[in-house]
């Protein structure tokens, strides 16, 4: 048996360096996981508190490091056609913003885990529609709702962002329903999408 190992050495040298290789692969293709997942961003929007149109829009941090929230475009699609508007810096506030001052100016720094309260769906699409002058348009005829976040994330040189849209669905009996379209939150995190969302942000300024 001994004298067999050692006619075979070589081949069990060869065999140990190539399993050492491979535990090292694994090993640094988990750091890079790591690493890529502490640099990503991953910012959440979701309903909550009920299901109808006085649930609650929030946006939720849940990257590994902080984040600032610097805009949230909402868009209404009512009658074939969108209107879209930054909800952040949309109306006077008053002196004292009280203790979550981030989710009445729609922007501000969020820690991990930390969350922003946007408001009740119906209240956003009336500011929405109000702000627009929207006059003729009935809240009953809206029958969508998209939000976009955009926000600064660490050292990245462009801002990253997250869109989900919700459609209103009225055909309920104890009233409308506010449904989302995905089950996830679509980050925006390719450098292509993000050009794209630095132009729309650029024109809401």
């Known amino acids: 048996m001994w004298?067999?190992?050692l006619e075979h050495t070589q081949v069990f040298s060869v065999a140990l360096s190539f399993?050492?290789?491979?535990?090292w692969v694994i090993y640094l293709q988990l750091l890079l996981v790591q690493f890529r997942g502490t640099k990503r961003s991953t910012i959440l929007i979701t309903r909550a508190a009920g299901r109808g149109m006085r649930s609650r829009c929030l946006v939720t941090n849940m990257s590994?490091?902080?984040?600032?929230?610097?805009?949230?475009i909402a868009t209404v699609h009512v009658r074939g056609r969108q209107i879209e508007l930054a909800l952040t810096d949309l109306r006077e506030l008053p002196g004292d913003l009280g203790e979550d001052p981030r989710s009445l100016m729609g922007q501000g720094s969020l820690a991990t885990g930390q969350f922003m309260n946007i408001g009740h769906f119906d209240d956003i699409v009336?500011?929405?529609l109000e702000a627009n002058d929207e006059t003729?348009?009935?809240?009953?005829?809206?029958?969508q709702f998209d939000l976009t976040v955009v926000a600064l994330y660490a050292l990245e040189d462009m801002?990253?962002?997250a869109t989900r849209s919700f459609h209103?669905?009225?055909?309920?009996?104890?009233g409308p329903k506010v449904q989302p379209l995905s089950i996830e939150t679509d980050q925006i995190r390719q450098?292509?999408?993000?050009?794209?969302l630095l132009r729309k942000t650029q024109q809401h300024l």
Do not use: C, H
């Open 64 to 72: 590994s490091q902080p984040l600032y929230v610097s805009s949230l």
């Open 3 to 5: 004298q067999w190992f």
């Open 126 to 128: 009336a500011t929405l």
């Open 159 to 161: 801002p990253v962002g």
């Open 191 to 196: 450098r292509k999408r993000r050009k794209e």
């Open 19 to 23: 399993a050492m290789l491979i535990v």
């Open 136 to 143: 003729d348009v009935q809240m009953d005829e809206v029958e």
């Open 168 to 174: 209103f669905d009225r055909n309920v009996p104890k």
